[in-house]
Structure formats: C-alpha cells, structure tokens
C-alpha cells in the first residue's frame, strides 16, 4: 500500500539557519505529492503540492522538487525564520484517488 | 475565508461514555473526514464522506461510526469510549475534485479517563 516516510523530530535550528526536512514515499501509481503545515494551536494548512516527476512546488519560501527516481520530496528552505516553528507533514494522493496518505509529522523548533 | 469549526478544543469523558464530535463547514464542500493524530503516528483517517448521508471506511474505523445528515456538518461518534481513543481529533473538508487540498479545523482534544 501507499505510505510516507519522514525523518524523525524534533528539529532545532538557529534563525536564518537553512531547513532541509526528508520526506520518501511508496506508492503503486503516479501520486501527487504535499506539505502541510500545523501552527501552534491550529488545524493544518497546505503549504506546497507537486502533481508530477521533476515539478517544484514552492511557497512562502519553503520549496520542494518531486524526485520519482528516488520517491523522495525533501522540504527546504534557505533562512528559516522563528515564525516557521510548526509540526510540518509530507503527504501523498495517488492517481484518482479521494483521500491523503501522511507521514508522521516533523516538529521544528526555530530559535531566535 | 475558508472555516471549519469543531465543536469543542477540549474534551474529557469517561470510559464507556458516548461521545459525539461536531464538525461543520462553511464553504459549501462535498468532501468531508475525520482524522486522528497521534505523537510518532501522524494522521490517521477515520472516516470520510463525499456527500450526504454517504459515508466511506477510512484506515482505522474501528470504535467509531459517523453521521452526515447535511452537507456542512460531519459527525464523529464514539459508540462506547475507551482510554485507547485519547487523541486529537482533526477535522476537515474539500470541494469533490480537489479533495488533496484539505482544510482542517483547529482539533479536539479528547481525553477517556
């Protein structure tokens, strides 16, 4: 079946410090590929999606290339402010499908 | 804005107790879900739905049943509460051929003692 797999956290980087979270997937089909994000005290938001093999998806400075060579889509970002402390979860639709397979969450910790 | 709103953020209840989690949304999606997170576990899915009255067996069904009546309101229900289902409850909703881009409500906390 399908599944993602995320490196182990917790994470704590310095302010400016550059983010690379590890995030690798088994599916049978062709999935797109997500990041979501959990803020202290709220629900999930989607952070970037890439829909197929070598396709970056990018946003408020985080970005993420879809590696199906490797079934990897590692999140970075160059200057991780305080602001960035969140739980962040790789996520995986496969073809056709109506639900989404997550990983275990990564929690980051940004210190000033 | 897109919201969804859950009926409580804290929740304690007693084993064997029936335990009902509302959650309704206001973007006139047809999809709906129920998840529950867990520390090492990430989310789990519970229960989903992609219309009224229509309700599908996600990955761990077990313990819980849901109700969906209207189109903006999904319910969870624990027919007999155990101390194994302690866990934040996450709900959230998507439009029907978009159902990756997930909104989510803020979480219960529910706590069987």
């Known amino acids: 079946g399908n599944s993602v797999t995320q490196m182990e956290g917790p994470v704590t980087l310095s302010e400016e410090a550059f983010l690379t979270i590890n995030c690798t997937y088994t599916?049978?089909?062709?999935?797109?590929l997500f990041w979501y994000v959990q803020y202290p005290g709220e629900g999930l938001q989607l952070l970037l999606k890439?829909?197929?093999?070598?396709d970056k998806g990018s946003n408020k400075g985080f970005e993420a290339t879809y590696r199906k060579e490797t079934t990897s889509f590692h999140l970075e970002k160059g200057s991780v402010q305080v602001s960035d402390s969140a739980v962040y979860f790789c996520?995986?639709?496969?073809?056709?499908?109506?639900?989404?397979?997550f990983g275990q969450g990564t929690r980051l910790t940004i210190n000033p | 804005d897109v919201k969804v709103t859950q009926s409580s953020r804290y929740l304690v209840k007693r084993t064997g107790e029936k335990v009902f989690l509302e959650c309704v949304q206001d973007?006139?999606?047809?999809?709906m879900f129920w998840y529950r997170q867990d520390p090492g576990l990430g989310l789990r899915l519970i229960y989903f739905?992609?219309?009224?009255?229509?309700?599908e067996k996600g990955d761990i069904p077990e313990g819980y049943s849901v109700s969906r009546e209207k189109k903006e309101r999904f319910s969870l229900i624990l027919e007999s509460a155990s101390t194994n289902q302690t866990s934040m409850y996450l709900c959230?909703?998507?439009?029907?051929?978009?159902?990756?881009?997930?909104?989510f409500g803020p979480g219960t906390r529910l706590t069987v003692t």
């Open positions: 959230a909703s998507s439009f029907g051929d978009r159902a990756y881009e997930q909104y």
């Open positions: 599916a049978t089909g062709y999935p797109s």
């Open positions: 890439a829909t197929k093999a070598d």
């Open positions: 996520a995986l639709s496969d073809t056709g499908a109506q639900k989404l397979v």
């Open positions: 973007m006139d999606h047809e999809n």
């Open positions: 739905s992609y219309d009224v009255k229509m309700k």
